[in-house]
């Protein structure tokens, strides 16, 4: 089985749910994030992504494990639904539905 399969596989176990949590509008914004995040257009965000998106951000000097951190806190491989989910896991209970349009590395800074 080719990896990009393996990957498509183990995400869509994710919890599609996930899109009642949140309006049209926001899960829009979401998508404009993660396709961003995505630099390699592959539908994934992998230790790459991270790492060029903090590179575009200013943070060149990110430590290998933060990144590998950041990947354990997924589910599986990260697809947009995976992503949505773990944003949707992280505000539930911390800010109200026109609050969750937030810069998304300031929130997993915060934690």
């Known amino acids: 089985m080719a990896p990009k399969k393996a990957k498509k596989r183990a995400a869509e176990g994710a919890n599609s749910n996930v899109f009642s949590m949140?309006?049209?509008?926001?899960?829009q914004e979401f998508k404009e994030a993660f396709t961003i995040m995505?630099?390699?257009?592959?539908?994934?965000?992998?230790?790459n992504d991270?790492?060029?998106?903090?590179?575009?951000?200013?943070?060149?000097?990110?430590?290998q494990e933060?990144?590998?951190d950041m990947l354990k806190e997924a589910s599986g491989p990260i697809n947009f639904t995976v992503f949505l989910t773990?944003?949707?896991e992280k505000l539930k209970g911390r800010f109200s539905r026109d609050e969750t349009e937030t810069d998304f590395?300031?929130?997993?800074?915060?934690d």
């Not at 390699?40 to 965000?45: A, E, H, K, Y």
């Not at 590395?105 to 915060?110: A, K, Q, V």
Request: net charge negative.
């Open 66 to 68: 933060e990144i590998d």
């Open 50 to 63: 991270l790492r060029d998106t903090f590179a575009a951000l200013g943070r060149l000097n990110v430590k």
């Open 105 to 110: 590395f300031t929130l997993r800074e915060s």
């Open 86 to 88: 773990m944003f949707g």
């Open 22 to 27: 949140f309006e049209q509008a926001q899960i």
């Open 38 to 47: 995505d630099q390699n257009r592959d539908g994934f965000i992998d230790k």
